[in-house]
């Protein structure tokens, strides 16, 4: 029965969103105390009130049978108009209907005020005091004018009793006044006021105080739990939509939170690095097996045209021989080896592709090489109208590398180069030394390469061009791999094209080591 109650709770938490679940679960902590809270408000409301409406009814009781005493005697004792009724025999007569009072009501204090003169009489004490001197009577009259004039001045201008709280936090008293009526006018105004227990008035204050402390607690909490859920929920934001866009590219990795979040953030990241990873070798083998595949197809078809290519230069040596007399042989026997020695550098091409050549490794440095490169190439980029600029880092450190490949790439980027700009342009060659990696860049101003033939242009046989082999960029990036370099291009129809070429100042030739053959492997 209670693992059915618990599914049922956890079901209907399923239905809402993981912000909708927190603000549930802070309403329902927060209820509590509230109701607590409340239900404290409006008890303690209700005791004040208890107390203040016993107190309310005696005093006025107090007041109506004192005041209605004091009425007959000012009656009896006055007859003329009553505005004319003087000082003397009001305080007279509330003197004789007061005094009786005050030995049956000790703790209680009747005052009279004349608004006429704004005079008071003060009759009776709050609490037991010693004799006070005339100056200290008029000092203490003063004060409870002060304190009692307020309601006194409500009482006449309405012409009705009041009921009221006075004094400070710390000493209060609750007062009731009442209009003294002589004549249908209000000749004076009477009050009775007693002091409230130090301990009810000091409680029902820090009370108060307790309650408001509550509330700015409550306040607090519930602006910190908001600022919390709404970290919280940013974040599961923002890991559910880097979660989307790693689903789309595993390349894509969630950006840095802090908390649990962020640990979770790097957990994954790592995950996706990981795969990321796993993935770059798996198509590097399956490239591999695609280039060995390849590699021993070009080998064979290239062992099989070398042959009859053979036989035919011999055959037009021959020819040159036997029939140098003829008239107009060497025309047709030239044309021939023209023929003949271009299918040859194409097959070694193919040979180059499927059995690359042992390396031979030797210090060298990058900038002697492209400048090298420039100093037999500078007929052709003359003759194609390319001016050639060089940013070259005259602080390159050297680096081990077979001097030869490195030509051969160099040459073929920038041939490629020059044929992009048929109407000449700029040829830029960068070198720059990061974290022990030489990049070398070379960036035209050429046709540019759309971005879907971008992703090509390494692969074997693959070409733009109306002649060529489509080899020499496959070429270029096995002898990058083979010293543990990387090659990419960036470019865009219109916009040019950049190689990028990075090679480390240590090779790490461990994955091609059977084709290593360096300078002291002879000796």
Not at 24 to 44: E, G, H, R, S, W
Not at 75 to 100: C, R, Y
Not at 199 to 207: E, G, I, K, M
Request: charged share 25%; hydrophobic share 40%; with cysteine.
């Amino acid at each position: 029965m209670i693992n059915i109650r618990n599914k049922k709770i956890f079901s209907f938490f399923k239905r809402y969103s993981l912000t909708n679940q927190i603000v549930i679960i802070i309403a329902a902590i927060m209820l509590v105390p509230l109701v607590a809270f409340m239900y404290d408000i409006f008890f303690a409301s209700r005791t004040d009130e208890v107390v203040f409406l016993d107190k309310e009814q005696r005093l006025e009781a107090l007041v109506k049978s004192t005041n209605n005493e004091f009425s007959r005697n000012l009656e009896l004792s006055w007859s003329g108009p009553p505005q004319d009724i003087s000082l003397a025999i009001l305080t007279n007569e509330f003197t004789q209907a007061v005094e009786p009072q005050i030995p049956a009501n000790p703790g209680i204090r009747f005052g009279l005020y004349v608004p006429r003169t704004e005079k008071i009489t003060v009759l009776g004490f709050l609490h037991n005091y010693r004799n006070l001197s005339q100056e200290e009577e008029a000092q203490r009259e003063r004060e409870i004018f002060a304190n009692a004039k307020p309601g006194l001045i409500a009482t006449e201008v309405d012409n009705g009793p009041l009921f009221r709280i006075s004094g400070s936090w710390d000493d209060q008293v609750v007062e009731y006044t009442s209009p003294v009526v002589l004549k249908g006018k209000v000749v004076a105004v009477m009050w009775v006021e007693e002091r409230l227990n130090p301990f009810f008035y000091q409680s029902n204050y820090f009370r108060k105080l307790l309650r408001y402390f509550m509330l700015g607690v409550l306040a607090l909490v519930m602006i910190g739990t908001l600022l919390i859920i709404r970290n919280l929920t940013t974040g599961v934001d923002r890991l559910k939509l880097g979660l989307q866009s790693m689903e789309k590219d595993i390349h894509h990795l969630l950006p840095e939170m802090s908390g649990e979040l962020g640990q979770v953030a790097q957990a994954v990241n790592r995950m996706a690095v990981g795969l990321g990873e796993k993935e770059r070798l798996e198509d590097q083998l399956k490239q591999s097996e695609h280039l060995i595949a390849l590699g021993r197809l070009a080998t064979g078809v290239a062992h099989e045209l070398r042959n009859p290519i053979g036989i035919i230069k011999t055959l037009v040596e021959l020819m040159k021989q036997e029939y140098s007399q003829v008239s107009g042989i060497e025309e047709f026997t030239k044309a021939i080896d023209e023929q003949v020695d271009r299918q040859d550098m194409e097959i070694q091409e193919l040979l180059d592709f499927g059995r690359p050549t042992k390396v031979s490794i030797k210090e060298c440095s990058v900038n002697d090489l492209i400048t090298g490169v420039l100093s037999f190439s500078a007929a052709m980029l003359r003759g194609q109208k390319v001016s050639v600029e060089l940013q070259l880092d005259s602080n390159l450190s050297k680096i081990l590398a077979d001097t030869e490949k490195l030509k051969k790439v160099f040459v073929n980027i920038i041939v490629n180069a020059a044929e992009a700009m048929p109407s000449g342009g700029k040829l830029e060659i960068i070198t720059k030394e990061t974290d022990n990696m030489i990049m070398i860049s070379f960036s035209d101003t050429g046709e540019g390469i759309p971005a879907e033939e971008t992703l090509r242009i390494f692969d074997p046989f693959y070409t733009t061009k109306k002649t060529g082999t489509g080899l020499g960029l496959s070429i270029s990036y096995q002898s990058i791999q083979l010293h543990g370099g990387t090659i990419d291009v960036n470019s865009g129809l219109g916009k040019g094209s950049t190689f990028i070429i990075n090679l480390p100042v240590i090779p790490q030739f461990c994955d091609r080591s059977d084709l290593l053959d360096t300078e002291n492997s002879g000796n």
